[in-house]
């Protein structure tokens, strides 16, 4: 593969491309298009041009004339050149995707050659079989041979015996053609013929006798004849019988012309079995296969090793970017402890650490949090909202993030425009966005909020747009821009152009991961200089008003347990000992289940009077989704709160209905969420005694 980019079609290829090129390799990597093939681009160029005016071609089994290692060969190749565009959506060069075909297009070309000849053998065989007479078989076979090979005159002809000289006794003459038999010295066709059929040599004439010196033209123009092969046939040492096949126009003769001859030449004076040739074929046949499939399965293994690497380069990468934001983290809460053990420690020192580790480990969670977005794995618990209320309400926000120097203006339709998304991983996606801005125009300039209804998804990055109606929630800003080379990678997870310490790089990451989750995604456009705009685009959806009026009426639920009955299914130890404990501080009653199966025995058919069963999500056996539906269904009273760190199954699918509490949690939030559905069922228990 290559790829030749920008108004010169600079050239970069891969190693394979590189075999390709022989010669011409490294010395064409960067150098243009145009002066690396020169001897093909007029070939070429139509193609060349195509790509680049933005229309894809596909070329199979194309021959073209290459000089990459010091001498012109014919070559055939099956490509495609397709235009590459840059973020403007503008052609800015090509990219090449090839396979050279002439290994493949010349056995092939052997084997209809190979075909062919056998063929016109068979024929030979059967008409010379009619005939019991040598000089009738010697005849019918230059005849033969002269019309199958399209020659003025084909002969054959006996040695001298001093093997000066030869008599030709028959020939085949096409019309206008005079006969060529008659005596003729061997020495009169120059030293060249008589060295090389003197050795049993092959003598082969090409090119209109300009191989030859004057006076040995002469002679063969003597006879009406301009090229010719000469095959001999040396028996006990001895030259004593001679093939001729002529043309009176010039003709360079090909090997399998020259394989035809000599095997016709064979057969006539030795009576070579045609077996030979059949074996031979079918030995070509099978060499063919074995290199075709050869080839195939080093390229699947090529390939395979290729997306390998890329895998691991991806992982590297990210792995590294965590293991370094962790490591940092980890740190902190290391020391912070280390220190909280001292007895002296002064109380305001203690309340300061407890803050460190608190904090850090909110640093953390969200840490994970953005990397799930990125993946598309977070748990989303989306809403309908009104996005124009939404922006307004953010842009308050925003003006207190980006500063008073940083000018907020905000640009909403008059009618108002609704999406279904996770109402917090919105709102953090636009701020993530925000201070992006902030710090690319370093703390002054205009930041603009822009909404656009029924919008449609344009190409993004390579991929196909969608039709439909979609939210486009544009924020402009005035700062530096980004480089050209750079903005395909601003979503990538740990990338990032700020100092160190200034920025983890996956902010970004997380405004792609929500939006691709969500079922949109975001553009980004910027011009050097001058500013750059990132693009949301989200399904827009209709207004959900029972959905919104359903939002309760909860009232504030203080943290703290009033004795309440709690059944915690939990399958690691130490999660499962650290929640019963901090449930029983905080006033609650607690059973503890190491997985589902025990927790549905302790519930029993009644639900053994618990309150609330607090349930991790993943867990060996039965899953938590599923242990709360089962509940769900056989105990409708019974209110379930999930725990999960990650699940696949609620990134693919949701919570459920259920409420779901994101680890690491806190005892404050723990307490709140359990007081909070308890609150829920307590007023579900009404409306249905109602």
Known sequence: MFVAFGPELGFI????YAEILGDKHPAALGRRFRDIWPEIWPDIVPLVEKALSGESTWSDD???????????????????????????????GM????????GRIRAEAALRANETRLQFLDTLGKETAKSTNADEILATTTRMVAEHLGLSNCAYADMDPDEDGFTIRGDWAAEGSPSIV?????????????????????????????????????TFQAIGISATICMPLVKDGRLTALMAVHSRVPHAWSDHELALVTEVTERSWAHIERVRAVANLEALNATLEERVEQRSSQLAETEAALRQSQKLEAVGQLTGGVAHDFNNLLTIIRSSIDFLRRPDLAEERRSRYLNAVSETVDRAAKLTSQ???????????P?????????????????????????IVVNLPERPCFVRVDASQFETALVNMAVNARDAMNGVGTLTLSLNRHAALPPIRGHAGASGSFTAISLNDTGCGIPPDLLPRVFEPFFTTKEVGKGTGLGLSQVFGFAKQSGGDVEVESILGEGTTFTLYLPEVQPDFAASESVGDITEIEPGGVGQQVLVVEDNIEVGRFATQILED??????????AEDALDIIGSDGAGFD???????????????????????LPHLPVVLASGYSHVLALEGSHGFELLQKPYSADQVSRVLRKAVSRQGTYKNKVQA
């Open 13 to 16: 290829y891969n190693d394979a």
């Open 62 to 92: 194309m021959p073209l004339r290459m000089n990459r290692r010091g001498f012109d060969e014919q070559t055939w190749f099956t490509f495609s050149y397709s235009p590459v565009r840059d973020e403007q959506d503008r052609v800015a």
């Open 95 to 102: 990219f090449c995707a090839c396979t050279e075909t002439t």
């Open 182 to 218: 008659g005596h003729y010295s061997l020495a009169d066709f120059g030293k060249r013929a008589v060295v090389e059929l003197s050795a049993g040599r092959p003598l082969v004439i090409n090119d209109n006798l300009a191989e030859l010196a004057p006076d040995e033209a002469a």
């Open 371 to 381: 990397l799930l977005a990125f993946a598309r794995r977070q748990t989303l618990k």
């Open 383 to 407: 809403e309908t909202l009104d996005v124009g209320a939404r922006l307004g309400a953010i842009a308050e926000l925003l003006d207190t993030i980006t500063g008073t120097p940083i000018k």
């Open 586 to 595: 905080l006033g609650y009653a607690t059973t503890w289940a190491g997985n």
């Open 612 to 634: 609330v069963v607090f349930s991790d999500v993943v867990m060996p056996g039965m899953g938590g989704i599923e242990f709360a539906k089962l509940l769900q269904h056989k």
